[in-house]
């Protein structure tokens, strides 16, 4: 099991800059990939930002150049942060982590979502 505990969430004004953690604690070191995903008022959940336990990134174009997405290991547990620059009223959303991984039964968990609101 891998407990996922997120912080950072907050409201910003237009081109304001806030950052997400997101902790990983537990069965952390079968961890294969870290993301970020988004979701807004009537809209799907989307990715936003993913780091694999090689640190090889990928991000949506909607934030490509604006987020950064990186992550740190210490004191038994990976810590996930997602540094949100630039800040538009479009990324207003509730911001979810979520791991996965396994290495003979694949897993994947999902953190309590933090709301991010960018106001014009």
């Known amino acids: 099991q891998v407990q996922l505990v997120e912080s950072g969430g907050g409201l910003v004004q237009t081109g304001g800059s806030l950052r997400l953690s997101c902790a990983a604690s537990?069965?952390?070191?079968?961890?294969?990939?870290m993301g970020w995903y988004r979701q807004a008022p009537g809209k799907q959940r989307e990715l936003v930002a993913a780091?694999?336990?090689?640190?090889?990134?990928?991000?949506a174009d909607s934030v490509n150049g604006r987020f950064t997405i990186s992550r740190d290991n210490a004191n038994a547990k990976i810590t996930v942060y997602l540094q949100m620059n630039s800040l538009k009223p479009e990324d207003t959303a509730v911001y979810y982590c979520k791991v996965d991984g396994g290495t003979i039964v694949p897993f994947h968990y999902w953190g309590q979502g933090t709301q991010v609101t960018v106001s014009s």
């Open positions: 780091i694999t336990s090689g640190d090889r990134t990928n991000y």
């Open positions: 537990g069965s952390i070191r079968s961890i294969a990939v």
